[in-house]
């Protein structure tokens, strides 16, 4: 028997020979992969319903979203609209009393400039917007400075109160500079800071345009306007992409 054994040993050992003789690849091979997500992201500005609960002479809505194209790019659009109630007044006399309510609509492009850890989804962007707002104005009382009085020049009440400017409309180009924070799975929390240049402004020749529905405050003599956004937003996948993990850098 011992014999027998002795034989089929002799017989593997050209073979245990061939073995040691093939070299062990003994290096880290990196396979992992991490399927990012991409789809539409919605939402709504929060900062505006705030304000319209607040504020009595204001009320508003805005929604928001986005849709990733690439691990950078994504578009972006908002669309609202706002109701605003002002005054004006000099030593204690009305000088006017006016309201706007219209419509608005955002849409450019954003571009995430932050790289984020494996399995992060946070972003910083930039980006711009190309804006659009459809608007009425509603003169509800005025006042009138009287220079032609013989003994004492006075403000007058408007002849007209309550007249409405319907028609009008503005365009304007958008820098937009914001963040986004995933708090929990595919929900974020968001806000951005946004630089108005008007391009175009049709308004009454009776009464000019001094706010605007998503621009702001209208400056007399200035294009530029300023405003925020403070939103929260779901993220809706549709589909995932393959993105190889980064190997680390050898010691």
């Known amino acids: 028997m011992s014999r027998y054994f002795t034989k089929i040993l002799f017989g593997l050992m050209p073979f245990f020979a061939l073995a040691q003789s ?3 690849d003994l290096s880290q091979k990196h396979t992992v ?3 990012e997500k991409y789809g539409l992201r919605v939402g709504a500005d929060i900062s505006k319903l705030v304000l319209s609960f607040a504020d009595e002479d204001y009320t508003g809505l805005e929604l928001v979203g986005d849709y990733r194209l690439t691990q950078k790019l ?11 109630k002002q005054d004006e007044t000099l030593l204690n006399t009305l000088l006017y009393d006016y309201e706007t309510s219209g419509s608005y609509i955002k849409a450019g492009v954003d571009v995430n400039t932050y790289t984020n850890w494996y399995g992060m989804n946070n972003a910083i962007t930039i980006g711009g917007r190309y804006a659009f707002a459809s608007f009425t104005q509603t003169l509800n009382d005025y006042s009138l400075y009287e220079t032609n009085q013989f003994f004492n020049e006075e403000f007058l009440p408007g002849e007209n109160p309550n007249r409405e400017f319907s028609g009008l409309s503005a365009s304007w180009l958008e820098f937009v500079v914001g963040a986004k924070v995933e708090l929990f799975a595919n929900i974020f929390v968001g806000m951005s800071a946004r630089l108005g240049f008007l391009i175009t402004n049709t308004e009454d020749e009776q009464f000019p345009n001094l706010w ?19 939103s929260i937003s779901y993220f ?16």
Request: aromatic share 14%; glycine share 8%; net charge positive.
């Open 22 to 24: 093939e070299p062990i």
């Open 236 to 251: 809706i996948p549709l589909y995932k992409k393959s993105k190889k993990k980064q190997p680390k850098a050898e010691q």
């Open 74 to 84: 994504y578009l972006a659009a908002e669309i609202g609209n706002e109701t605003k």
């Open 33 to 35: 992969e991490y399927k």
């Open 212 to 230: 605007i529905p998503g621009f702001n405050k209208v400056t007399d003599g200035s294009n530029f306007g300023v405003n925020y956004n403070y």
